[in-house]
């Protein structure tokens, strides 16, 4: 959810045709909207996933994220499932987070990293750029690299 941006029941609903690893690419069909939308994995999203895919018990359930352990065993992780454990791990960690706060993450980190918030939109499969910018928390980081770089061109150009 973090490096790809997506929502729980984005991944809740990832099929095993979904994924593809050779192009580091998992394609989300019907998001929000029923919109389709590429989104990217990160080299270490690549490893992790690749990981859990070679280790994941064969079925003929097509969904990526199956149920490990239990009356459940082998059935898809529901939305719920996976916001309970976001929330148990979270707890155990000491942290306050949910699903939809590593989708803001994500927005924020490629945001301060410069990446256009247009492509932010896009990734995110959001309809209006104001619903992005409210997604993306600019550090003063940012804003401090942001000036510097806009206030040399100015500079520049007056000859100053």
Do not use: W
């Not at 306050?96 to 490629?110: I, P």
């Not at 256009?116 to 619903?131: A, E, F, K, S, Y």
């Not at 550090?139 to 500079?155: G, P, T």
Request: charged share 30%; glycine share 4%.
């Amino acid at each position: 959810m973090l490096r790809c941006g997506l929502r729980v029941e984005e991944i809740a609903k990832l099929t095993l045709r979904a994924v593809d690893l050779l192009r580091s690419q998992l394609f989300i069909y019907e998001g929000k909207g029923s919109k389709d939308r590429i989104v990217y994995l990160s080299s270490d999203a690549h490893k992790v996933l690749s990981t859990y895919l070679k280790k994941r018990a064969s079925s003929r359930i097509q969904r990526v994220f199956l149920v490990e352990k239990g009356v459940y065993k082998d059935k898809p992780l529901s939305v719920r499932g996976i916001q309970k454990r976001m929330e148990h791990y979270a707890r155990k960690a000491g942290l306050t987070v949910s699903c939809h706060q590593l989708r803001h993450t994500m927005a924020t980190q490629l945001l301060n990293a410069d990446a256009d918030l247009v492509i932010i939109q896009d990734l995110l499969g959001h309809n209006q750029i104001r619903t992005t910018q409210r997604y993306c928390k600019v550090s003063n980081l940012k804003v401090q690299r942001d000036y510097h770089k806009a206030i040399e061109k100015v500079m520049l150009r007056h000859g100053l």
